[in-house]
């Protein structure tokens, strides 16, 4: 497995893109930059901005409140329908460009991409919008169920 953010120009070409999301508000299902935005539309976003994924990439639309009643994850179902492109991270060791999966409610259904190798992460919330938050911080350590690795073929 040979991870996609291996090179010094992917990882700038990520953290530019990242970084040019940073306090677009939240917005359920929408991805415009500085207008709106969701987690998973801002993952999707970033990866296809830095060059992860092709640009005809269809981004998975979610109900903002499943998990509130539901224990299947759809941020889990929709990554694991991508094998040629994210790879499950054992260990928990986490680089600059993983995806990571929160769980919040009953399920995994909050989402962001780590920018510097497994401290910083950035990700959209409700009444904070993008923002760049520490994995360490006990709110997230806690919550942190699973990681993905982008890869490349």
């Known amino acids: 497995m040979t991870p996609f953010f291996n090179t010094p120009d992917r990882i700038i070409a990520l953290r ?14 929408a991805a415009v930059k500085g207008a709106g935005v969701s987690c998973q539309t801002l993952v999707a976003s970033i990866y296809i901005e830095s060059g992860f994924l092709p640009p005809d990439f269809e981004i998975v639309k979610a109900p903002m409140d499943w998990s509130h009643a539901q224990t299947e994850s759809l941020v889990v179902k929709a990554v694991s329908s991508l094998p040629h492109f994210f790879k499950p991270i054992e260990g928990m060791s986490l680089a600059t460009g993983d995806l990571v999966g929160f769980k919040i409610g009953g399920c995994v259904h909050h989402c962001g991409i780590v920018v510097d190798a497994g401290n910083r992460f950035i990700h959209c919330l409700r009444g904070h919008g993008t923002v760049y938050s520490e994995i360490r911080d006990a709110t997230y350590l806690s919550r942190l169920e699973n990681a993905w690795r982008p890869i490349t073929n």
Request: charged content about 0%; proline content about 7%.
């Open 16 to 29: 530019a893109a990242a970084a040019s999301w940073l306090g677009t508000p939240f917005m359920g299902n």
